[in-house]
């Protein structure tokens, strides 16, 4: 943000008035300021050409020279702020399951992968001082954001995440224990783990026992979601390998024990999430469970820009000078 520090000077904008008075409607003597541009012959006559355009174009630049010159008598400055944090935020991996029973559509016709990410965005949003990673798992498991407080990053990542793009398969051992892996790397004042599933373990080595031990080790907190209806539940997705559509219905469900005994084991919390209202509740009960560090000072540095105006106003003074008396030669003052 560009400001003046001593705008005070701008008064000396008032002498524009007298001035302008002064050298383009009264001249001592009756005098005009004449150029051998406008002479037409026997006798001068004032005309309306390109000579008087430029003339009144050098009157404009050096008017607009003065005020820049006067501006910069203001004290122009740049000045810009930024938050410097007085404590480590913590370090937190969204743990998001991807495979083809996420596309259920009961969430008021919305999908559940959807409304995930779109909460998902909501809770990121509502971070400071946090560093925020994505996992996300089907049948294999994948790192898509690695802990980062870029969140305009983490965010595009959300909104280009495909479902199924990890095969037919719900490997929740597995994205949990790859999450710890990547946070125990990162040096924030607490590593959290948020597992949004809505799936029984089928796929992977790691069972969701063993990653929950992992976790507890690493004194890593591993809130868990189970999102979705239970029973008869309608399902459309496109299988990104073979862009075949698919649509109908299958039986939903998950082991809610096993989420239980995850967030359990690691001294966290389960949520069930089986609508909008639910689902987001739960984000915010965990954001209020897991307050980040968010003391900060702010620290403010300004940059003076009076060289910048003095240049262009002594340009622009110059350019007057230049047409009134290399251009247009004017012979008279």
Same mark, same amino acid.
């Given at each position: ?160 995440? @495909? ?9 929740? +051992? =597995?994205? *949990?224990? /790859?999450?710890?892996?990547?946070? %125990? !790397? ?115 540095? @300004? ?9 262009? +106003? =002594?340009? *622009?003074? /110059?350019?007057?000078?230049?047409? %009134? !008396? ?8």
């Amino acid at each position: 943000m560009t400001v003046f520090l001593q705008p005070l000077y701008f008064l000396l904008l008032l002498l524009f008035i007298p001035g302008v008075y002064i050298r383009h409607v009264r001249k001592p003597g009756n005098a005009y300021p004449l150029t051998q541009g406008l002479w037409q012959g026997s006798v001068f006559t004032k005309r309306t050409s390109l000579p008087a355009v430029l003339y009144w174009s050098g009157s404009l630049c050096f008017w607009a020279g003065l005020g820049l010159l006067i501006a910069s008598l203001a004290g122009p400055a740049k000045v810009t702020s930024e938050k410097q944090y007085l404590e480590k935020g913590m370090d937190i991996a969204l743990v998001l399951d991807e495979s083809p029973s996420m596309a259920a559509e009961d969430f008021g016709g919305v999908r559940r992968f959807d409304t995930a990410r779109d909460l998902i965005k909501r809770f990121v949003a509502s971070r400071e001082n946090d560093a925020i990673g994505l996992i996300t798992f089907g049948k294999e498991a994948a790192l898509r954001v690695p802990p980062t407080l870029d969140y305009p990053r983490l965010l595009q990542t959300v909104n280009d995440l @495909t479902l199924a793009d990890l095969g037919d398969g719900t490997a929740i +051992g =597995l994205g *949990l224990a /790859l999450a710890c892996n990547h946070l %125990r !790397k990162g040096g924030g004042a607490k590593q959290i783990i948020i597992l949004i599933t809505d799936g029984e373990q089928n796929a992977g080595e790691i069972s969701p026992e063993t990653a929950a031990l992992i976790a507890d080790a690493l004194s890593i907190a591993v809130y868990t979601i189970g999102i979705g209806m239970k029973g008869q539940v309608p399902l459309e997705y496109r299988d990104p390998e073979t862009g075949r559509q698919y649509r109908g219905t299958f039986e939903s469900g998950f082991n809610e024990e096993i989420l239980t005994g995850i967030a359990g084991t690691t001294g966290a919390r389960y949520y069930r999430a089986s609508d909008f209202e639910s689902l987001r509740r739960a984000f915010d009960s965990i954001g209020f469970r897991e307050k980040g560090n968010t003391s900060f000072r702010q620290l403010v540095s @300004t940059s003076y820009r009076h060289s910048l105006f003095i240049l262009f +106003g =002594l340009l *622009l003074v /110059l350019t007057d000078v230049v047409i %009134r !008396k290399l251009v247009l030669r004017e012979v008279l003052p």
